[in-house]
């Protein structure tokens, strides 16, 4: 079947680890020889839902059930996995059209003699591998992740509380600007917002969207709750709700194809060995997320879901 959409055997693997993270399974398509076979696989790893989306899926798909049975939500969340799965074979079909074809593919794997692992051996390579991530892959991590703190933090990181720094925050001057994109989506600039510090990393969604709801630090403990309960009596400007089932719907699909982990991006680049590639990917995925993410909403609202 990988075969068919220009893919080989060994990308099964890193597919199924995207699932967890994007990172090790960039690292884990090294094993495909093919050239092409492998440039299709880093390219469709994003778009595989991993474990970072989960706080935000939950949060969404709880404001859009709430109060009806578990089950709803619980098929709802395995839809999402499998969608992933079927846009991620649709985009490597339609590269694998695009990409002309080079050397010959086959799939063809030793299996190895299994014996008792050597504990030397397993430190050293644990070593060796750690060591050749952090040094290929680490700068720019830690330059994306410093710029987004810079960006949610200055220039009011003075500020007494929490909700005050990040409301006069960069970000959230960002979030401002692209107000009028928010709105075609559902949303407005405290989505805007909550997306921008979402490219730190995708679970920041939800702790951004506490900050920009002001929900209280007494309630850390029952966050979730009180956050949905935010979510529920929020307003625009007109006084319509801010958050509906149409929004979040809106928003889950925008989660499940956008690239927001600038980390992934920063492994992308070692992977596919210049800025041309990662950034091409950056750019599709995100317009896309967002072309989809309002289709969906305006759609919805045409079939009279608000």
């Known amino acids: 079947p990988l075969a068919r959409l220009g893919l080989n055997g060994r990308s099964f693997v890193p597919l199924l680890s995207g699932y967890a993270c994007a990172i090790p399974a960039m690292l884990a398509a090294r094993t495909i020889p093919n050239r092409k076979e492998r440039l299709l696989t880093l390219f469709i790893i994003p778009l595989m839902s991993c474990s970072a989306r989960l706080p935000v899926y939950s949060l969404l798909l709880a404001f859009i059930f709430w109060g009806q049975p578990a089950w709803k939500p619980g098929i709802a969340l395995a839809g999402l996995y499998l969608l992933s799965l079927l846009i991620g074979a649709v985009a490597a079909a339609l590269l694998n059209r695009l990409i002309p074809t080079g050397e010959i593919s086959f799939f063809m794997m030793e299996l190895p003699l299994y014996r008792r692992p050597a504990l030397r051996a397993v430190f050293q390579n644990v070593f060796l591998k750690t060591y050749s991530y952090l040094s290929k892959a680490g700068l720019a991590i830690f330059v994306f992740a410093s710029a987004l703190w810079a960006l949610t ?154």
Not at 167 to 177: D, E
């Open 153 to 306: 933090t200055f220039p009011s990181y003075q500020a007494p509380t929490a909700f005050e720094k990040f409301q006069k925050s960069y970000a959230a001057q960002i979030g401002h600007v692209i107000n009028p994109l928010m709105q075609p989506m559902g949303g407005d600039w405290r989505t805007g917002v909550a997306l921008v510090s979402a490219f730190a990393a995708r679970e920041v969604f939800v702790s951004s969207l506490g900050l920009v709801l002001q929900v209280s630090e007494a309630e850390k403990p029952e966050r979730q709750t009180s956050l949905l309960g935010a979510m529920q009596t929020a307003k625009r400007e007109d006084g319509s709700p801010l958050f509906t089932p149409a929004s979040c719907a809106g928003l889950v699909l925008f989660f499940l194809v956008a690239l927001q982990c600038m980390s992934t991006v920063a492994v992308a680049r070692r992977e596919f060995g210049s800025w041309k590639l990662p950034l091409l990917q950056l750019a599709i995925f995100n317009l896309a997320a967002y072309g989809l993410a309002v289709g969906v909403v305006q759609g919805l609202r045409v079939l009279g879901i608000p």
